[in-house]
């Protein structure tokens, strides 16, 4: 069992940067692959970049470039650095432990991107 629980959201302007936090507990955290999700509002949830228990990163088309994934296994927790946000990154941001067959979800991170 792995909990996950995000930090960092908010509202922030066009242009504007956050950084997104998912600290995990209760397993290994260094064996899992970790990743960002969203669910903008009447839209299916997305990935929004992944890291894989050995480094390797992937991300969306619409966020390569702006935002970057790492992790810190030391610490057992994964960010999201977000720069040059848009309205359109508006949306729910969950993170995600996989490995396996098995994933596991934190609740969330809302972020608002608005003037």
């Known amino acids: 069992q792995v909990q996950l629980v995000e930090s960092g959201g908010g509202l922030v302007q066009p242009g504007g940067s956050l950084r997104l936090s998912c600290a995990a507990s209760?397993?290994?955290?260094?064996?899992?692959?970790m990743g960002w999700y969203r669910q903008a509002p009447g839209k299916q949830r997305e990935l929004v970049a992944q890291?894989?228990?050995?480094?390797?990163?992937l991300y969306a088309d619409s966020v390569k470039g702006r935002f970057t994934i790492s992790r810190d296994n030391a610490k057992n927790t994964v960010y999201l650095q977000m720069n040059s946000l848009k309205p359109e990154d508006t949306a729910d941001y969950s993170c995600n432990a996989h490995r396996i067959a098995k994933d596991y979800w934190g609740k969330g991170t809302l972020v608002t991107v608005a003037s």
């Open positions: 209760g397993s290994i955290f260094s064996i899992y692959d």
């Open positions: 890291i894989t228990r050995g480094g390797i990163t």
